[in-house]
T-cell receptor, first 115, second 113 residues
């Protein structure tokens, strides 16, 4: 596609429920990133996928968070048993990997509110 | 101490003013430095990147890096109301693939007509 597409754009969920956030990267981009942006905070790295390599999950804040990337394209970030502190904007970005010119392309994010 | 410190503002200037935005960092291993602009309810978009100390200019924007002081700046000349946004500095340990950027919290800028 022309840009990075994220869905839903907004999600309100009850505490304790599971949520799935979807990211559709730019076609042909091999690298995909998830970041979290909380109110008053900078972007916080969550996870990185590069081609068929094992993902870098070092930024996931707890085992309630997981992500997968199917077929090297679409990615889903899953948050289980959501807590109020999970409320944030979840941003996905992609780039063409090691051969790319510099600069991620971000999606517009999913605004998650846990009530 | 956070790895990257950025004054959150808010910063309000009149149209045509020169704007200076700054970040300091503590990790001397950072090699690549970027500035992103983020409009409300949008994702960040890359404005400038540099990997060496000194200045880099692109139109009305100038990015400055001082690795010895661990200090980076973004200058906006002849600021316009359309420049009103949050500006985020970011940096990484390596180049090529962008990989795991460390961001400042962002500075909210308003340019008044």
């Amino acid at each position: 596609g022309a840009g990075v597409s994220q869905s839903p754009s907004n999600k309100v969920t009850e505490k304790g429920k599971d949520v799935e956030l979807r990211c559709d990267p730019i076609s042909g981009h091999t690298a995909l990133y998830w970041y979290r942006q909380s109110l008053g905070q900078g972007l916080e790295f969550l996870i990185y996928f590069q081609g068929n390599s094992a993902p870098d999950k070092s930024g996931l804040p707890s085992d309630r968070f997981s992500a997968e990337r199917t077929g090297g394209s679409v990615s889903t970030l899953t948050i289980q048993r959501t807590q109020q502190e999970d409320s944030a904007v979840y941003l996905c970005a992609s780039d063409a990997g090691p051969a790319s010119s510099y600069g991620y392309t971000f999606g517009s994010g999913t605004r998650l509110t846990v009530v | 101490q956070k790895e990257v410190e950025q004054d959150p503002g808010p910063l309000s200037v009149p149209e045509g003013a020169i704007v200076s935005l700054n970040c300091t960092y503590s990790n001397s291993a950072f090699q690549y430095f970027m500035w992103y602009r983020q409009y409300s309810r949008k994702g960040p978009e890359l404005l400038m990147y540099t990997y060496s100390s000194g200045n880099k200019e692109d139109g009305r924007f100038t990015a400055q890096v001082d690795k010895s002081s661990k200090y980076i700046s973004l200058f906006i000349r002849d600021s316009q109301p359309s420049d009103s946004a949050t500006y985020l500095c970011a940096m990484s340990l390596s180049g090529g693939s962008n990989y795991k950027l460390t961001f400042g919290k962002g500075t909210l800028l308003t340019v008044n007509p």
